[in-house]
């Protein structure tokens, strides 16, 4: 009899850990893997405000996809998924399509700029290692040429961060570390540098612990960033942008450096190839399935899990998608061997931790509220868990962060 075929797309924290789980669970006769990756690495979306603002440099942030698959078991593509085709049970990708018998579609998400002009061509996103890459160095170039210049231009100096989420506050927590090396490196003077952080909501990190909030705004406001709460920004512009409070009239800031971290949405290859879909992430089934396609699963970032409690989506997190992937690997081991019943997921809640730079964070731990190094110390151990459910204890000693204290 022909082996099934369990096509895997995206190797971040939903897809990497769906293909190491499977190849322990299933045997090489029961099932052909294939996973399939636009790069040959893996990168930590987590610690992407690191190498974004230059404290963390990108190498640390990736590892190859071959050090924790068994190729003996998982045939690995680096390719980009284009468009999937659910009758056919094919997947297209860039250089050729391959066909499945079980999907698992992990690819992320994206940033979502609701349709706001400007922000894809003068904004940077924190997205990916070449996004971050260029954030840091676009950043680096600003201090570099200030003082090459014989007009100064101030603008250079001035960075907005758009969005007072958790990406957003991390980011800021990073750049406010890294502004005064920055100054001392190019011999800029940090009283010259300006940062933003603009925010629609009537406060930062809505919905998290007020004394949390307020913990992390006074922080960072210690350390430079001037908050504009209950600001949206309405447009990006060569060299700045247009920011509103309320209904006011827009006014424009200026800024050479505009960063754009206010949300997320799914997989622009889940529309293009026709799910329904809200902002781009697909409702799954109690068991992670698609309605209507009992062969393909979605996790992570592209997909929307209802939080029964609130009947509200799940926020996005790694924390999620990893737990999905673990149901998922199980629930497809049960398909293969003819189970007829599959799991359900819940969702065990373990807390939020957000680092307000290398050893301060605020965050809430298994109910209870940490602050300062207690909490940066947690942010670690989350760090380092993520390493070592992919890639065991090797992979955490080759990367894991240990200045724990
Ligand atoms: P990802 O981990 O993003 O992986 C998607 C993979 O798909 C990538 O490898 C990508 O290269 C690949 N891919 C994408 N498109 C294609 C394509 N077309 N073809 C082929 N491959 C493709 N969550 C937490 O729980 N805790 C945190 O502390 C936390 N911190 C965060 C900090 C930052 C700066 C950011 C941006 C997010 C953070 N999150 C955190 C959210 C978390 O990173 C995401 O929810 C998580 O990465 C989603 O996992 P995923 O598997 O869906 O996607
Ligand atoms: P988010 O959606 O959580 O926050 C975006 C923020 O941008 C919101 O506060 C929103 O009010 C604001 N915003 C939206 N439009 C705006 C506009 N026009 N002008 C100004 N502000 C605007 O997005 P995120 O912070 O990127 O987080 C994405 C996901 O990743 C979330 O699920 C989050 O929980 C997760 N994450 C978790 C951590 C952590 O646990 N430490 C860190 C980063 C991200």
Redesign the pocket.
Known sequence: MKKPKIVI???????LLTTVRLQKLIGVNEADIVL????DY??E??W??EASAGTLHHDKVRYNISDVIDRSKVDFVQ???VEINKDEKKVILEKGEVNYDYLVI????EPETFGIKGLKEYAFG?T?VNSARQLREHIEYQFATYNMEEEKNDNRLSIVVGGAG??GI??LGELTNRIPELCHEYDVDFHKVKIYCVEAAPTVLPGFDPELVNYAVSTLERKGVEFLIGTAIKEAVPGGILVAKGDAEPYEIKSETVVWAAGVRG?S?IEKSGFEAMRGRVKVQPDLRVPGFDDVFI????SLVINEEINRPYP????I?MQQAELTAKNIAALIRNKAELENFTFDNKGT?CSLGEDDAIGVVFGKKLTGGKASFMKKV?DNRALFMIGGAGMVLKKGKFNLF
């Open positions: 797309l995206g190797a971040g924290y939903g897809g399939v990756n636009k790069n893996h990168y979306t987590t992407l405000h390719d980009t998924v992990a690819l992320g998400g924190i990916n958790f990406t991390e980011f997989n290859v996790i992570g970032d592209s996005p997190t790694a924390q998608a931790v989350v």
